[in-house]
Each structure stands twice: as C-alpha cells, then as structure tokens.
C-alpha cells in the first residue's frame, strides 16, 4: 500500500500516559491510517513520489482532537448573524443593534446570537428594553443559550403570534405578560419555530458554503472531528454534499434527535438511520432532552430556582422517555440525553438503569449532556452504569462567576451554585468525561475548552477568580477529554485516540507541549498542521 503521508522530527505525544513516544516520525497509508512509527531515517524512506512529506521541527503531534459536543450545521447559520455575546448590558445591546439597523435593507430581518441574559440584571428578560431600537424592525435575537430568543414586536406581528400557546414540549413557552401578551421571549424550540418559521432562510447554496467554511475554521483551531448533537434540517445532506466533494474538513458522528410525541414507526426510522453516512461522517446514536436551561428558567430541578421556576421535564411524560431509551438501547443504539438539572440527570440515570436491567446488547454507550449541578449521591452512578459525563467547562468560566452573583447562580442558590459543572468529582467517581463546546453556545477552539477545564476561569478576564477552581482537571485529563475519552465515547477506542499503527490518521500538530503550557497561555498555542485521515486539513504557512 502507498504511503499517503509522513511526519519526521516531531515529537509524538501518548494522551494514554502523558509521555513522548520514543519514536520522531510516522507514516500514514492510502487508507487514512497511520502505517508505522519509527525515526526520521527509517519512516521518510517510506516515502514515494505522491507522498506529502512533512518537516515538523520538533512540533509536539497529538491523536486528534474531537469536539465531544458541536453543533456544525444550526451554527454555521446561527452564528452568520450579528453576534451579541460581547455586550455587557442593556445600552450596549442597543448600542450594537442601532448600528445594525443602519445598514439593513428596508423590510429585512435582523437576526443576532450570544445575547447573555445577565445584561438585563434583576429585571425579567424581554423584548421591551429594545422596543424603541427595533420599532417596525423584524428581528430575532437568539439567547447565548440557544434554547430561547428574543422576538421583536414586528417579528411576532408577522409570525402571528399574539398570545399564549401549548406544544408538545413541556418547557416550551411563549412568555406573556398579565394580560396575555407576548413578552417578545420565547421559550425552547417549539416557541423559537412559530418566528423563525416565517422569517427568510439561507439558499442551499449559502448554507452549504456556511459550513464549509465553519468546519475550516474548525480545523484550523486544531480539531479533527466532532460529535454534532442534531441532524435537523438539510444537516444529512449537507454532510454528504460536502464529503463527496471532499471538502468536509472533519470527521463527524451525527446524533439526529427524538422529541416527545415520537411514535413507534418514528422511533424504527431513527434505528434504522444507525450506520449511515459517507466516508468521513456518519449517523451514531440519538439526542434526547430532559430538561432545557437553567438561564431560562427550564431546568428540571428537584428544588425550583428562586423564581418558582425549573420544576418540570422537558418530555410531558418523564415515563416516555424512559420507554424511548429502553427501546433504544435494546436495539443497540447510544442514547445522548440534554440533562443540566438535578431532577432531569437523575431521571436519565434511572431510565439507563432500567434499561440494563431490562437485557440487550453489552457494550452500549450512553451519555448525559452537560450536568450543570448535581448531588453526591449522583456522581458514582455514571461510572457503576457506564454512562459518559459529556461537559462543556467553557460555559462555567464565560456564563457564570465566582461570587454567585451570575443569572445561573441567582437562581439556584449558593447550595447548588457551589456545585457547578463538577468535572473533577465525576472523574474522581470513575466516570469518563468527555469535553466539547456545544457551539454556539460557546466558541469551539479546543485549546480553549481544554484551558478552561484547567483554570476555570472567564476567557475574556483571566484575572477573574476561578469558579469551583476544585472542580479542575488536570492537563493530562483535559487532554484525553477531547482525545480518548470521546473515542470511547463512540465506541472507536481500537481505531482512535492513539498514535499506534492501524489507527485513524487523525492528527493534531502543536507549537509545543499542551501539557506542561500554562492552563491561561493554552488558547494561543500554535496550531501547526492539523490532519483527518492522513489528509491535511490545516498547514500553517511556514510548514
């Protein structure tokens, strides 16, 4: 078989134990997958006329790094708009959208992310403080959060949305006011879906070329692959346009969702996707929610927040979604279930449980995603259950703070508050963590997610003092978070997360050693040359 590429004078670091292997070079074969390790004389006599050969100048190569929680596709689109996440309050809100405004073309809509709830303090979060900013404008502004948004008088006008309505999910709302009228807020997708419906979408074209570009800037942050956390939409055939064409710059798993009200021949189509796909993604398990955000007041708390709020499941019926995840799991399929309240983590581990204990195939791999706080008596279960603790520390330094004195922490009280993303405990249990962004809700750049695993601390104010800075990983277990932990995750830990002959040529190349680099210096860690089966999708021009 030909040698596809070679590597010499690099320094090939083991996430298994920390150390630098012996070997400096390695070679990877036509089929994407790394041939042999050896020095730098023995692996570039490999070499043959068509091999793409790489001087790495003692660059530190890593397995590559996987995003265990991303969403490709709704962020390409999302994040197009005009971003909010930097506004600090209510007149820089204003501010950033008057500005907007000017360049808009009359009649057309104004679409913007990020917005932070804390900008509006103690009081309740809705479209009123910018009614005289948007007034006549259609505008949709999405919530850092990305399960509410806010909607503008004109925007609700032509959604035709002027009071309450009922969904399937049980956290879905269109907040209204005493008197029955829209607040402008709009609570989980099913709300969100009533304005977006009727605002104007991206051409085929435009979306495909979004994503494109969005998983280049990926690559070129250093990661490899990515679990996408939804199949919504055009996503499915966006992913195989793209591979076929041979621009699909990661390895994708795609988790399509099931919502409540999913039947039984709805729940045989999303068992029947399993194993679909193309060459660099395919159709790996399902996303499931049990609850929605604390921010918003959707949570499943065992206790409600401060507001009386957070006190119900997302699936009307919790017993439902037990039933899906029984059935799930006896046909062999991964389940990745949205849980950040106490309440809605214990309810998944409970319906894993007894999806054990009712029989089917070993070796399924469940997940909870995020785990925003939950109790002692939570944290052993994941390792006694095998269930993956996915977590996204970035969202503890940039949406919360250390005195409690966030929108998240308000609303749980210091109890709960102090108990905030508790990597550290879950990794203590035994469980397995697997570390992701959930972009757009926070930016994908790994090293930043790895750093904020470490320092725990706001990436725009590093001199901030660290939330539950006991709750830190190492820079070893941040490293296998994004390496081997998500390998496991998909059950590819023969094929992925080592530098070992006959695994996947999925490759990370650093300026320098990620582990022995400060936690707060980590972010801007050079990304040399970044590799998806034995191909370069990323080569910094010097190289």
Same mark, same amino acid.
């Given at each position: ?134 007034? /006549?404008? *259609?505008?949709? %502004? #999405?919530?850092? $959060? &990305?399960?509410?948004? +806010?909607?503008? =008088?004109? !925007? ?23 008197? /029955?009228? *829209?607040?402008? %807020? #709009?609570?989980? $997708? &099913?709300?969100?879906? +009533?304005?977006? =419906?009727? !605002? ?37 055939? +966006? ?305």
């Amino acid at each position: 078989m030909r040698t596809r590429l070679v590597l010499f004078s690099a320094r090939l670091l083991d996430p298994g134990t920390g150390a630098f292997l012996p070997q400096t070079a390695l070679a990877v074969s036509d089929d994407g997958r790394i041939a042999a390790l050896g020095d730098d004389r023995e692996i570039r006599a490999l070499a043959g006329p068509a091999t793409t050969v790489v001087d790495l100048k003692g660059a530190v190569v890593t397995p590559g790094f996987v995003d265990g929680h991303v969403h490709p596709v709704s962020g390409a689109e999302l994040t197009h708009g005009l971003d909010l996440s930097y506004c600090a309050d209510l007149d820089d809100v204003r501010e950033v959208l008057a500005r907007e405004i000017r360049s808009l073309d009359r009649g057309a809509w104004l679409f913007g992310w990020g917005l932070d709830p804390n900008v509006f303090g103690d009081a309740p979060v809705g479209i009123a403080p910018f009614d005289s900013v948007l007034d /006549g404008i *259609p505008a949709f %502004l #999405l919530l850092f $959060d &990305a399960h509410s948004a +806010l909607a503008s =008088r004109r !925007a609700l006008e032509l959604a035709g949305v002027d009071g309450p309505r009922t969904f399937a999910q049980a956290s879905a709302e269109v907040v209204c006011d005493a008197a /029955g009228r *829209p607040t402008g %807020l #709009l609570q989980e $997708d &099913a709300a969100c879906e +009533l304005v977006e =419906r009727v !605002a104007p979408r991206p051409t085929r074209e435009e979306s495909r070329e979004r994503l494109a570009t969005a998983l280049r800037s990926m690559a070129a942050a250093g990661l490899t692959g990515g679990h996408a956390m939804d199949a919504n939409g055009d996503s499915l055939a +966006l992913y195989g346009e793209l591979d076929a064409a041979g621009d699909l710059a990661l390895r994708l798993r795609v988790a399509p969702w099931c919502q409540p009200g999913t039947d039984a021949d709805g729940l045989r189509a999303l068992i029947e996707r399993q194993g679909t796909g193309g060459a660099l993604w395919r159709v790996a398990g399902v996303k499931l929610f049990m609850d929605g955000t604390i921010d918003n007041g959707t949570a499943w708390l065992e206790r409600p927040d401060c507001h009386g709020e957070s006190t119900h499941a997302f699936w009307p019926d919790p017993a439902a979604y037990t039933h899906i995840v029984g059935e799930l799991h006896r046909a062999g399929v991964p389940t990745a279930t949205h849980a950040i309240g106490d309440a809605a983590v214990r309810h998944v581990l409970d319906s894993v449980e007894k999806a054990r204990a009712a029989g089917g195939p070993d070796g399924v791999r469940h997940r909870v995603e995020h785990i925003e706080t939950v109790p002692d008596d939570t944290l052993r279960r994941f390792a006694e259950l095998g269930v993956l603790a996915s977590m996204q520390p970035t969202h503890c330094c940039d949406f919360t703070r250390a005195d409690h004195t966030d929108n998240w922490s308000r609303r749980l009280g210091e109890e709960r508050a102090a108990r905030a993303w508790r990597c550290r405990d879950l990794a203590d249990s035994g469980a397995t963590v697997v570390l992701g962004s959930d972009w757009p809700i926070a930016p994908f750049p790994p090293l930043g997610v790895m750093a904020g695993a470490r320092h725990r601390r706001p990436s725009r104010d590093l001199g901030q003092a660290p939330h539950g800075p006991e709750q830190a990983l190492t820079a070893l277990e941040a490293l296998r978070g994004m390496t081997t932990a998500p390998a496991f995750a998909a059950g590819e830990e023969h094929e992925a997360g080592r530098l070992a002959p006959g695994y996947r040529a999925d490759l990370t190349v650093l300026g320098a050693d990620p582990l022995t680099t400060a936690a707060t210096d980590l972010p801007d860690l050079p990304v040399r040359l970044t590799v998806v089966a034995g191909r370069p999708t990323f080569r910094a021009s010097d190289l």
